[in-house]
């Protein structure tokens, strides 16, 4: 594939000081036009100039050539020179614990020693068109405002929510497995399925079980198949959600409501990569990658013993945890305006926006129910719309006077006190004092805004 001749060609810098290879590289990558640099200084100093949008990055260079100091230095100073470039670390026997460190810290992605030049090659080619998707959606997003779509599917303006984003994004091409932890309504599904879909198994299938929603007795038969005749009813031989994950990615939904005995099935799997199907004798391996999700406090069940721990650090290896919709500045409204947009257009075309007043009303709710609550009110309340203009009162939500601004400044500040303290709250856990720290005001008055606005337990 040779890039047209009137484009310039992409850039690509190698930094690895083993001369022999450095040539090996520089004629693997006709496409590209190939940088080389041996140590930190001289990458650095062509990153400044020269902008590649690709690094291929020995982590061992001089003067520490057997340790990953002056790698990981390298890493650093090119991320926050160029935050967009697409940074792969070569990780040396066995170091694939440097090579996940330097993912947390960044990189795009690893390739061990010694180097397999086709797979390599695969992988530059992948972060070149990342680097090129992400410039476009960059131009975009800078024209048309208010869209701001992560993930290919997750709209947030949230810096809580595009961190979130951005820490998957950087697992998603690393096989460890992810947990996703949030209440319900927050968009796990959303996430696991944004995991599949920029991790490099997207050509296989995404295969979701919800291990609450199947009663736990077919559970097992669900997850891992069975033989015919392997009990009764069992008419012929069926794969379970595992073995169809084949090649894929498996998304383990209410991973907590996993009965004990499975959990032991569960993690002899995960260890050992084979599964058996239920009245089989033949071990069937499977090569998937394990996305689960709860809204289950799994701390707390394996101290209670109905969770096990082993199976627990085996599923997560990452632990990404999703912010509720009240904690996203900005989201509540930007959603909302997504959803009318969408359900209008799918349902009630008539409808063409927000009353003054609705927006506020969206802002100052708290959203116990999270993104689903306020896609239920959305839908309800564009279905339900007489007029063009959708208000509180449609979404069901407590609205200020009818000009859309709250009776008066007093009525305001106490709206603004009132979520405030609530998110101090819930961020200490009900502590007071630590309340009140985050707020910077004392105990006391502390106590007696509570008292004053009725929010004490
Ligand atoms: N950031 C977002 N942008 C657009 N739609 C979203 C976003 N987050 C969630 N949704 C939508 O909200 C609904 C709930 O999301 P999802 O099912 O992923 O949440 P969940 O955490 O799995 O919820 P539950 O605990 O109820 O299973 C879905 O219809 C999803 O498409
Ligand atoms: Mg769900």
């Given at each position: 594939?040779?890039?047209?001749a009137?484009?310039?060609k992409?850039?690509l810098?190698?930094v690895?000081d083993?001369?022999?290879?450095q040539?090996?590289?520089r004629?693997?990558y006709?496409?590209y036009e190939?940088l080389v640099?041996?140590?930190?200084?001289?990458?650095?100093?062509?990153?400044r100039s020269?902008?590649?949008a690709v690094?291929?990055l020995d982590l061992?260079?001089?003067p520490?050539p057997?340790?990953?100091t002056?790698?990981f230095a390298?890493?650093?100073?090119i991320?926050?020179?160029?935050p967009?470039?697409k940074?792969?670390?070569?990780?040396?026997?066995?170091?694939r614990e440097?090579?996940?460190?330097?993912?947390?810290s960044?990189a795009y992605?690893?390739?061990?020693?010694?180097?397999?030049?086709?797979q390599?090659g695969l992988?530059?080619r992948?972060?070149?068109?990342?680097?090129?998707l992400?410039?476009?959606?960059?131009?975009l997003?800078?024209?048309?405002g208010?869209?701001?779509?992560?993930?290919?599917?997750?709209?947030?303006a949230?810096?809580?929510m595009?961190?979130?984003a951005r820490?998957?994004e950087?697992?998603a091409?690393?096989?460890?497995s992810?947990?996703?932890?949030?209440a319900?309504g927050?968009?796990k599904?959303?996430?696991a399925?944004g995991?599949h879909r920029t991790?490099r198994?997207r050509g296989?299938?995404?295969?979701?079980?919800?291990?609450?929603?199947?009663?736990?007795?077919?559970?097992?038969?669900?997850?891992?198949?069975?033989?015919k005749?392997?009990?009764?009813?069992?008419?012929?031989?069926?794969e379970?959600k595992?073995?169809?994950?084949?090649g894929?990615?498996?998304?383990?939904d209410?991973?907590?409501?996993i009965?004990?005995?499975?959990?032991?099935?569960?993690?002899?799997?995960?260890?050992?990569r084979?599964?058996e199907?239920?009245g089989g004798?033949?071990?069937?391996?499977?090569?998937?990658?394990i996305?689960?999700?709860?809204?289950?406090?799994?701390e707390e069940?394996?101290?209670a013993?109905?969770f096990?721990e082993d199976l627990?650090y085996r599923?997560?290896?990452i632990?990404?945890?999703?912010p509720s919709?009240?904690e996203?500045?900005?989201?509540p409204?930007?959603l909302?305006?997504h959803?009318?947009?969408?359900?209008?257009?799918e349902?009630?075309p008539?409808?063409?926006?927000?009353?003054?007043?609705?927006?506020s009303a969206?802002?100052n709710?708290?959203?116990p129910?999270?993104?689903?609550e306020l896609?239920?009110?959305l839908?309800?309340a564009?279905?339900m719309?007489?007029?063009?203009l959708?208000?509180a009162?449609d979404?069901d939500l407590?609205a200020?006077?009818?000009d859309?601004?709250?009776?008066?400044?007093?009525a305001?500040r106490?709206?603004?006190?009132?979520a405030?303290?609530?998110?101090?709250?819930?961020?200490t856990?009900g502590?007071i004092?630590g309340?009140a720290?985050l707020?910077?005001?004392?105990r006391?008055?502390?106590?007696?805004?509570?008292k004053?606005?009725?929010l004490?337990a």
């Amino acid at each position: 594939m040779n890039a047209p001749a009137h484009f310039p060609k992409p850039r690509l810098l190698i930094v690895e000081d083993d001369e022999g290879l450095q040539r090996q590289l520089r004629w693997a990558y006709d496409d590209y036009e190939v940088l080389v640099a041996s140590d930190r200084n001289a990458a650095v100093d062509l990153v400044r100039s020269a902008e590649p949008a690709v690094v291929t990055l020995d982590l061992g260079l001089p003067p520490d050539p057997d340790g990953v100091t002056e790698g990981f230095a390298a890493l650093e100073t090119i991320l926050t020179l160029k935050p967009d470039t697409k940074v792969i670390v070569a990780s040396g026997h066995g170091a694939r614990e440097s090579a996940l460190r330097a993912i947390a810290s960044g990189a795009y992605d690893f390739y061990q020693k010694p180097v397999d030049i086709d797979q390599l090659g695969l992988i530059v080619r992948r972060a070149f068109q990342l680097h090129e998707l992400e410039g476009e959606n960059r131009r975009l997003e800078s024209k048309v405002g208010e869209d701001r779509t992560v993930l290919g599917s997750m709209i947030t303006a949230a810096p809580e929510m595009t961190k979130v984003a951005r820490t998957i994004e950087r697992v998603a091409n690393t096989d460890v497995s992810v947990m996703l932890l949030g209440a319900s309504g927050t968009g796990k599904e959303l996430l696991a399925r944004g995991v599949h879909r920029t991790s490099r198994r997207r050509g296989g299938g995404f295969v979701a079980i919800n291990c609450a929603a199947i009663p736990e007795n077919l559970l097992e038969a669900e997850l891992f198949g069975y033989e015919k005749g392997a009990f009764t009813g069992a008419i012929k031989t069926t794969e379970g959600k595992i073995e169809l994950a084949h090649g894929g990615t498996l998304f383990l939904d209410e991973v907590g409501d996993i009965p004990l005995p499975l959990q032991v099935k569960l993690l002899r799997f995960l260890q050992e990569r084979v599964i058996e199907r239920i009245g089989g004798r033949r071990p069937i391996p499977v090569d998937t990658r394990i996305v689960c999700a709860t809204h289950q406090n799994l701390e707390e069940m394996i101290a209670a013993g109905s969770f096990r721990e082993d199976l627990y650090y085996r599923l997560a290896e990452i632990v990404v945890r999703i912010p509720s919709l009240a904690e996203r500045h900005g989201d509540p409204a930007l959603l909302a305006k997504h959803f009318l947009a969408r359900f209008a257009a799918e349902m009630n075309p008539q409808v063409k926006g927000f009353a003054p007043g609705a927006l506020s009303a969206i802002e100052n709710w708290s959203w116990p129910g999270n993104v689903r609550e306020l896609e239920n009110r959305l839908k309800r309340a564009v279905i339900m719309a007489d007029g063009k203009l959708i208000t509180a009162e449609d979404l069901d939500l407590a609205a200020p006077a009818a000009d859309g601004l709250p009776v008066n400044l007093k009525a305001a500040r106490e709206t603004a006190d009132r979520a405030v303290i609530r998110k101090a709250l819930a961020q200490t856990d009900g502590n007071i004092s630590g309340a009140a720290k985050l707020l910077g005001i004392s105990r006391p008055t502390l106590y007696d805004l509570l008292k004053q606005y009725g929010l004490q337990a």
